[in-house]
C-alpha cells in the first residue's frame, strides 16, 4: 500500500477515515462531510452507539452530497489523552474498516485538535504509521483466495495542513519496514525458513549498510560452542550462528549495545518431543532472532546513530538418531558444563553460547536478549505482557519506559539465589532445567550465568511474539514484538 501526504481538501477519494472526539464532537473535516450530507452523518452516529469513545467505529455508506462510497467515522476519545499510541491505533483501525471494502483509494483526514499531547504533525505521521503497520498481510500461499476477502486498497492519502509531518513519517517508515520483516520471517512455515536460509535473509541488509557475517558449525565448533551445536545436531539443516553490525555513532569504536535473539526455527523438543497438537506453533519459536532481525533493519533504515550488533542463534531441535538425549553432557562457549535433562528446554541452551560469544567479542554497554524461551510465562502474563528479567535496574527501567511508549508492555519479574539452586547438577555445572516451580525464572538464572558484569536483560516473549486476534495495528498472527521496543531504546539512551 502506498502512502502519501496532502494538503486537506474535501476528499474525492473512494473512503474517508476521519476522527471524532469524546461525546460526539466533530472535527473540522467530519463537521465539512455532514454539512454536505445535510446533517446525515449526525444522524448516523445518533441513530447508533457511537459517542467517540477511543476506537469505536461507525461506517456511513455512500453519504448523500458527496462522491465518496463510504466515510469511516473512528473515535478518537478524549483530546488531552491523544498521544503516538492513540494516533496509531486511529490510522490502523480505520484502515482496518475498508482494507478489503473494495474501494482502491482511500484517505485520513487529520485536523488541528487543541490540546493533544503531541504536535499535529506528529499526529499525522503516527495516523499513517498505524495504517501501514495494519496493512501487513501474510498471504504469499493463497491460490484461489475470493476476491471479497483480497485487500483493495492500494493508496492512502494523509490529508494534514501541518508541516513537517511527511519528515515525521519518515523514520517511522523504516521501522514499519523491519516490523514486516520481521512478520514475514515468523510467518514462513518451516521448510522454507531454517537456519540457512534464514542466514540469507539476514544478509540482505547489507544493501542497508549493515555489515553481515555468518558461523558454520566448524567455525562454531573451534570456538567451544557445544552448548548451541548440541541443540542443532538431531537435524539435517546446518546451525548459523550470524552477527550483524550497525556502525552508525559517530564514534565508531564506541562500545555498542547488542540483541541477542533465539533461531529455534523449528522446535519438535527433539527427543524431549512435544505432543502432535500445536506443534505446528513451533515455527516461530525463531521469534526472538526475528526481531533482532527486524530491529537491526529499522535502524539501519532510519540511519540510527548508535552503535548496535545483533546476533542470532540459529538451529533446527529435531529427533533422529544423532539427536542431544537427555542426560547428555555439553560444553558451552565460556567452559561451564551443562546436564541437559530436558531437549524441549533447547532456547537457553542456543542463547548460552550466543550471550558469551557476544559478551567476550563485543563488549558491549548492555544486552538484551529476546525469546520464545517458556511456556511458563503466557501462564504468569497471557499475551499481554512479555516478561523482563535483568541485572540491572537501571536497564530494565528503561526498557519498560520504552514498552510503554510504544505499546509492547513488559512486566518485571524477580531472581535470586533461591532460584539459582534450583539449576544445580549432581555431575556437571548447571542443568538446563529447573522443576516446574518459577519456570521461566530459573530459565532467566540459567541466562544469566552466561552474561559476566554486563548490564543484560532477557526477555521472554513467549506470549507475545503471535497473536491470536486483530488489534488495531496488527492482524492476528506474528506480530513483531520487540522490533519497535528495541528501536526507542536506542532512540532513547545509545544515540549521539
Same mark, same amino acid.
Given at each position: 500500500?502506498?502512502?502519501?501526504?496532502?494538503?486537506?481538501?474535501?476528499?474525492?477519494?473512494?473512503?474517508?477515515?476521519?476522527?471524532?472526539?469524546?461525546?460526539?464532537?466533530?472535527?473540522?473535516?467530519?463537521?465539512?462531510?455532514?454539512?454536505?450530507?445535510?446533517?446525515?452523518?449526525?444522524?448516523?452516529?445518533?441513530?447508533?452507539?457511537?459517542?467517540?469513545?477511543?476506537?469505536?467505529?461507525?461506517?456511513?455508506?455512500?453519504?448523500?452530497?458527496?462522491?465518496?462510497?463510504?466515510?469511516?467515522?473512528?473515535?478518537?476519545?478524549?483530546?488531552?489523552?491523544?498521544?503516538?499510541?492513540?494516533?496509531?491505533?486511529?490510522?490502523?483501525?480505520?484502515?482496518?474498516?475498508?482494507?478489503?471494502?473494495?474501494?482502491?483509494?482511500?484517505?485520513?483526514?487529520?485536523?488541528?485538535?487543541?490540546?493533544?499531547?503531541?504536535?499535529?504533525?506528529?499526529?499525522?505521521?503516527?495516523?499513517?504509521?498505524?495504517?501501514?503497520?495494519?496493512?501487513?498481510?501474510?498471504?504469499?500461499?493463497?491460490?484461489?483466495?475470493?476476491?471479497?476477502?483480497?485487500?483493495?486498497?492500494?493508496?492512502?492519502?494523509?490529508?494534514?495542513?501541518?508541516?513537517?509531518?511527511?519528515?515525521?513519517?519518515?523514520?517511522?517508515?523504516?521501522?514499519?519496514?523491519?516490523?514486516?520483516?520481521?512478520?514475514?520471517?515468523?510467518?514462513?512455515?518451516?521448510?522454507?525458513?531454517?537456519?540457512?536460509?534464514?542466514?540469507?535473509?539476514?544478509?540482505?541488509?547489507?544493501?542497508?549498510?549493515?555489515?553481515?557475517?555468518?558461523?558454520?558449525?566448524?567455525?562454531?565448533?573451534?570456538?567451544?560452542?557445544?552448548?548451541?551445536?548440541?541443540?542443532?545436531?538431531?537435524?539435517?539443516?546446518?546451525?548459523?550462528?550470524?552477527?550483524?553490525?550497525?556502525?552508525?555513532?559517530?564514534?565508531?569504536?564506541?562500545?555498542?549495545?547488542?540483541?541477542?535473539?533465539?533461531?529455534?526455527?523449528?522446535?519438535?523438543?527433539?527427543?524431549?518431543?512435544?505432543?502432535?497438537?500445536?506443534?505446528?506453533?513451533?515455527?516461530?519459536?525463531?521469534?526472538?532472532?526475528?526481531?533482532?532481525?527486524?530491529?537491526?533493519?529499522?535502524?539501519?533504515?532510519?540511519?540510527?546513530?548508535? +552503535? $548496535?550488533? @545483533?546476533?542470532? #542463534?540459529?538451529?533446527?531441535?529435531?529427533?533422529?538418531?544423532?539427536?542431544?538425549?537427555? *542426560? &547428555? /553432557?555439553?560444553?558451552?562457549?565460556?567452559?561451564?558444563?551443562?546436564?541437559?535433562?530436558?531437549?524441549?528446554?533447547?532456547?537457553?541452551?542456543?542463547?548460552?553460547?550466543?550471550?558469551?560469544?557476544?559478551?567476550?567479542?563485543?563488549?558491549?554497554?548492555?544486552?538484551?536478549?529476546?525469546?520464545?524461551?517458556?511456556?511458563?510465562?503466557?501462564?504468569?502474563?497471557?499475551?499481554?505482557?512479555?516478561?523482563?528479567?535483568?541485572?540491572?535496574?537501571?536497564?530494565?527501567?528503561?526498557?519498560?519506559?520504552?514498552?510503554?511508549?510504544?505499546?509492547?508492555?513488559?512486566?518485571?519479574?524477580?531472581?535470586?539465589?533461591?532460584?539459582?539452586?534450583?539449576?544445580?547438577?549432581?555431575?556437571?555445572?548447571?542443568? +538446563? $532445567?529447573? @522443576?516446574?516451580? #518459577?519456570?521461566?525464572?530459573?530459565?532467566?538464572?540459567?541466562?544469566?550465568?552466561?552474561? *559476566? &558484569? /554486563?548490564?543484560?536483560?532477557?526477555?521472554?516473549?513467549?506470549?507475545?511474539?503471535?497473536?491470536?486476534?486483530?488489534?488495531?495495528?496488527?492482524?492476528?498472527?506474528?506480530?513483531?514484538?520487540?522490533?519497535?521496543?528495541?528501536?526507542?531504546?536506542?532512540?532513547?539512551?545509545?544515540?549521539?
Amino acid at each position: 500500500m502506498k502512502i502519501s501526504f496532502a494538503k486537506p481538501h474535501l476528499p474525492a477519494e473512494d473512503a474517508v477515515i476521519v476522527g471524532v472526539l469524546e461525546n460526539k464532537v466533530f472535527t473540522p473535516t467530519a463537521q465539512a462531510l455532514d454539512d454536505l450530507a445535510a446533517g446525515g452523518i449526525k444522524r448516523a452516529m445518533d441513530a447508533s452507539k457511537f459517542t467517540g469513545k477511543k476506537d469505536q467505529v461507525l461506517t456511513v455508506l455512500a453519504p448523500p452530497g458527496t462522491e465518496l462510497k463510504r466515510v469511516v467515522l473512528v473515535g478518537l476519545g478524549k483530546a488531552e489523552a491523544i498521544d503516538a499510541q492513540a494516533a496509531q491505533s486511529f490510522g490502523g483501525t480505520g484502515l482496518a474498516q475498508v482494507l478489503s471494502s473494495g474501494d482502491s483509494v482511500a484517505a485520513i483526514a487529520i485536523d488541528a485538535v487543541a490540546g493533544l499531547k503531541i504536535s499535529d504533525a506528529d499526529f499525522a505521521a503516527n495516523a499513517a504509521f498505524g495504517a501501514k503497520l495494519r496493512s501487513y498481510r501474510f498471504d504469499k500461499y493463497f491460490t484461489k483466495e475470493k476476491k471479497e476477502d483480497k485487500p483493495s486498497v492500494k493508496k492512502l492519502a494523509v490529508l494534514c495542513a501541518a508541516a513537517g509531518a511527511k519528515a515525521a513519517f519518515a523514520p517511522l517508515d523504516a521501522i514499519a519496514e523491519g516490523v514486516f520483516v520481521t512478520r514475514d520471517v515468523v510467518s514462513e512455515p518451516a521448510n522454507v525458513i531454517y537456519p540457512e536460509t534464514l542466514a540469507e535473509e539476514c544478509k540482505k541488509l547489507g544493501a542497508l549498510g549493515v555489515e553481515v557475517e555468518i558461523l558454520g558449525e566448524k567455525q562454531m565448533k573451534k570456538l567451544g560452542m557445544g552448548s548451541l551445536l548440541g541443540v542443532g545436531q538431531g537435524s539435517d539443516r546446518e546451525s548459523q550462528l550470524v552477527i550483524m553490525r550497525w556502525n552508525g555513532a559517530k564514534d565508531k569504536d564506541t562500545a555498542p549495545v547488542a540483541f541477542v535473539g533465539k533461531g529455534v526455527c523449528f522446535d519438535s523438543g527433539g527427543i524431549s518431543i512435544k505432543p502432535a497438537g500445536g506443534m505446528e506453533d513451533m515455527k516461530w519459536d525463531m521469534a526472538g532472532a526475528g526481531a533482532v532481525i527486524g530491529a537491526m533493519k529499522a535502524l539501519a533504515g532510519r540511519k540510527a546513530k548508535a +552503535n $548496535v550488533v @545483533g546476533i542470532v #542463534g540459529l538451529v533446527e531441535n529435531m529427533p533422529s538418531g544423532n539427536a542431544q538425549r537427555p *542426560g &547428555d /553432557v555439553v560444553t558451552s562457549m565460556s567452559g561451564q558444563t551443562i546436564e541437559v535433562i530436558n531437549t524441549d528446554a533447547e532456547g537457553r541452551l542456543v542463547l548460552a553460547d550466543a550471550l558469551w560469544y557476544a559478551k567476550e567479542t563485543y563488549k558491549p554497554k548492555a544486552m538484551i536478549d529476546l525469546a520464545t524461551l517458556t511456556g511458563a510465562i503466557i501462564i504468569s502474563l497471557g499475551g499481554e505482557y512479555a516478561g523482563l528479567f535483568s541485572n540491572d535496574d537501571k536497564l530494565a527501567e528503561r526498557l519498560t519506559q520504552a514498552g510503554k511508549s510504544v505499546g509492547e508492555a513488559l512486566w518485571r519479574l524477580p531472581m535470586g539465589d533461591a532460584y539459582d539452586k534450583q539449576i544445580k547438577s549432581d555431575i556437571a555445572d548447571m542443568k +538446563n $532445567v529447573g @522443576g516446574r516451580e #518459577g519456570g521461566s525464572i530459573t530459565a532467566a538464572q540459567f541466562l544469566k550465568r552466561f552474561v *559476566g &558484569d /554486563v548490564a543484560w536483560a532477557h526477555l521472554d516473549i513467549a506470549g507475545t511474539a503471535w497473536s491470536k486476534k486483530d488489534t488495531a495495528i496488527c492482524a492476528k498472527g506474528a506480530t513483531a514484538f520487540g522490533v519497535r521496543l528495541l528501536d526507542k531504546l536506542v532512540a532513547d539512551h545509545y544515540e549521539d
